[in-house]
């Protein structure tokens, strides 16, 4: 384990934490874009666009049923367990993920900001009205919603701007944290990756990522590793230093 991260936690008083989809990865999830990624097969503007749903709505929502009921049966693992610990030991601490996979909030985490949304829910695309999605997701011959507009998944496509109170937060939390800890993620989806190391140059900034990212350069430490397995040694050290 690295003794200036675990240090840095020990001395810390506030944690931001910053994951993608490779935390899931151990829990049998796909991510997007490494091996066996989700955009191997699919192309990206085809189903996480506006234009993509507009064109082809049913293509885009099997797409999303399926990884929704890959969601139901996964569960959480060891990194998302670690990261629920972690926040027990901090006031001052706040989980931003990119994925919409509830994987968090099911491993006990609530201090939880969603980046891109969630696929616990469907809302219009006309209107304000929203709906809560089963295990299985929207059934194809439901897509129209009565008012006009259509149901779409809960999600923060390409082209569309975050929720600006997530978005808020998650910058407000970044920069005063005092270690932001990068797990999982290829660093190349902005603005969630700006997070990592754009609004705080003092943190101590920890990727954990078998894989280099763009910013590996600009990081004070690198595990490489599953997080499944790093994460677990980084608060087992960390919280047995802190006492
Ligand atoms: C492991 C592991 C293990 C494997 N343990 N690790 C500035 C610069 C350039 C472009 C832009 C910019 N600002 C905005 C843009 C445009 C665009 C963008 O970023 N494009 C780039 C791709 C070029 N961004 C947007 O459009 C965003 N909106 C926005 O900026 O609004 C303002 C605006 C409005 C109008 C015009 C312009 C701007 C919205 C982005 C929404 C992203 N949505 C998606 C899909 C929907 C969600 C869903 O269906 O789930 O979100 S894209 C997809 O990528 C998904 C993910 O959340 C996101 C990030 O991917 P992630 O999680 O990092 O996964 P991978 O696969 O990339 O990486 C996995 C990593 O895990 C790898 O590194 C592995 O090594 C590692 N790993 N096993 C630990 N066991």
Not at 97 to 116: F, W
Not at 176 to 203: F, M, Q
Request: with cysteine; glycine share 8%.
């Amino acid at each position: 384990m690295n003794g200036h991260l675990v240090a840095a936690l020990r001395g810390a008083k506030s944690v931001f934490v910053l994951t993608g989809s490779g935390i899931s990865a151990e829990s049998g999830l796909p991510t997007f874009r490494g091996v066996g990624g989700l955009w191997r097969t699919h192309r990206v503007e085809e189903l996480a666009s506006p234009e993509g749903f507009a064109r082809d709505p049913i293509l885009v929502w099997t797409w999303y049923n399926e990884r929704k009921a890959a969601h139901e049966r996964a569960q959480p693992n060891a990194g998302h367990l670690a990261l629920g610990q972690l926040e027990m030991a901090f006031d001052d601490f706040t989980l931003a993920t990119q994925n919409v996979d509830s994987l968090h909030l099911r491993a006990g985490s609530r201090k939880v900001l969603e980046l891109h949304g969630s696929l616990r829910e469907a809302r219009c695309t006309n209107c304000t009205a929203r709906r809560p999605l089963s295990a299985a997701g929207l059934p194809r011959d439901e897509i129209d919603h009565s008012c006009g507009g259509r149901w779409r998944p809960d999600i923060v496509w390409f082209g569309e701007s975050l929720p600006h109170d997530v978005w808020q937060k998650a910058q407000e939390a970044a920069a005063r944290a005092d270690v932001i800890l990068v797990v999982g993620t290829s660093a190349v989806v902005y603005p969630a990756a700006a997070l990592a190391t754009n609004y705080n140059r003092a943190a101590f900034v920890a990727e954990i990522n078998p894989e280099t990212t763009p910013i590996s350069n600009r990081v004070a430490c690198a595990l490489r590793g599953p997080a499944a397995e790093v994460l677990p040694q980084i608060v087992d050290s960390s919280l047995r230093r802190r006492g």
